[in-house]
């Protein structure tokens, strides 16, 4: 179907008829939610030294907190996925976000560490129902040339929620003190739920087209065999920090991983073969533009936000910024985050993967440009180069991101969307895993080798700390940057000079 050939409004075959003003009204809601999770992902972090002091834990224990959300939430994402795509997508986000409310209460009232390791992991339950069920709702509402500026405003909120997120978990932390301020980052989700919750129980369509019968089936086997999968790869990764005491061992369960992912694969096989809907489709990942965004998704939220975290453990360590100063310095990222990602998503269509590859060294030039103020100038100057440079950085990623999220989708039908959107946020929660691990165990493995303590070491130290954690990010970037390329060379091959990079009307997208 060619995106041009319906007229503003028109709902192609497959989606829920709504007038547009009703469409656009459950385009914000679901995006805003899907933003109010992704904050979720990273303001927690700012609040883990609080944590300890409150809680008295120790590093394994603040680790425990981070993992169980990360592993709950990939845990989740592709059987929720599978089930909102089979017509009970409204019941899902209803149970979602009341799952979201009771969750976030518990850590925010929590006592002891388990009650709040207990809550993160239902958070992440909660997160993992909701999430890909936001796209679903678009892919249900949108067609045609309206998708993509759907998606180009859904890119928008997801590119100021990851920027945001230290920055508003620094506030919150400020707001309610050095060592009770955490608990305001849980407590304030709850009015936040229950304002979704109203919002979504009337903007949000009630109903669901499922176009085959075979959408219907579900793989209880395979969903195990993915989860235990999911849970032995992100294992290792969410307990690697780069301290001392990390174990080598955690990396043993990467054998048992493979093992289970063979059997998952053939599983999958087999059940396709009896006539069923396998959970992963492959279908979607022979869709060239769908499996070529899964990879620039999964390296650069490897590459962005392990910078990220680096710079903002060198802002406190070493020029002695609080949580909150230190997310103040990284908060134009956030504006410039909105604007790029904005101008990129009316633009994706023609453009395509240009802008993806412009924002990517965009992006890259404002890390650049930080790491040489903070080794090459005093503390005043390189804070203030820093701030300058973060709007370069939120820039390139508001690029990357919004125009990422219309490609990933393009060739997508509407049936699938929420199976699609679980496989996505599986593949960058991996993604983002790995390179939080690799970032911060090149800066702590740096900080332990020169100094033996994390607090005392000189700045110099802390400089080649940094330099190590962003060239780590950069190995990332560079599969990113190779992803893009190919990408691109690929698009052009199937085009005309005159005709525009649109996904949408190749039926060549395939292969």
Known sequence: MEAGAMSPGTVPAGTTHMDDRSRWRALYVASILSGVLLVGISDANVALPAIARSLHVGPTSLQLISAGYVVAFGLTLVPFGRLGDQGRRHQLIRVGLL????????????????????????????????MPQTI???????????????FGAYGVMTAVATASGPGIGGLLMTVGGADQGWRWI?????????????????????????????????????????????????????????????????????????VFAVLFLRWERRYLGRGLLPLLDGELLRTRSYR???????????AGPGVGLVMMLYLQLALGLSPFLAALVLLPSSAASAFGA????????????????????????????????????????AIAVVTVAQILNGLGSGMVISPNHVLLLSDVPAEKGSLAASIGHLTQRIGNSLGIAATSAAFYAVVYGHAGELTNAGRSTYDSALVAGVV??????????????????????????????????????RT
Not at 118 to 127: D, E, F, I, Q
Not at 231 to 257: C, K
Not at 497 to 505: G, K, N
Request: glycine residues 10%; aromatic residues 8%.
């Open 472 to 509: 780590a990010a950069g190995l990332f970037f560079a599969l990113a940057v190779w992803a893009t390329v190919t990408d691109l060379v690929r698009t052009r091959l199937y085009r005309t000079p005159s005709e525009p990079i649109d996904r949408t009307t190749k039926a060549g997208a």
């Open 342 to 381: 904005r101008w990129a998503a009316r633009r994706v269509l023609r453009w395509g993967r240009v802008i993806t590859l412009t924002g990517l060294f965009t992006s890259a030039a404002g890390s650049l440009v930080s790491v040489l103020a903070v080794n090459l100038l005093a503390q005043r100057p």
């Open 292 to 302: 070529n965004a899964l990879l620039v998704a999964a390296s650069w939220l490897a």
């Open 99 to 130: 799952l979201y409310i009771a969750s976030s209460l518990a850590c925010g009232l929590a006592a002891d560490l388990r009650t709040l390791i207990a809550g993160r992991v239902l958070l992440g339950v909660a997160a993992g129902i909701l």
């Open 186 to 258: 849980f407590l304030m989700n709850v009015p936040v739920g229950v304002a979704l919750f109203a919002a979504g129980a009337r903007h949000l369509p009630r109903t669901q087209p499922v176009m085959t019968t075979i959408t219907r089936s579900f793989d209880p086997i395979g969903a195990v065999l993915l989860g235990v999968t999911v849970l032995l790869v992100l294992f290792p990764l969410v307990l690697t920090t780069g301290l001392p005491g990390d174990s080598a061992a955690r990396w043993s369960a990467l054998v048992p991983a493979a």
């Open 136 to 150: 679903g709702v678009i892919q249900q509402l949108f067609g045609g040339a309206d998708r993509g500026r759907a």
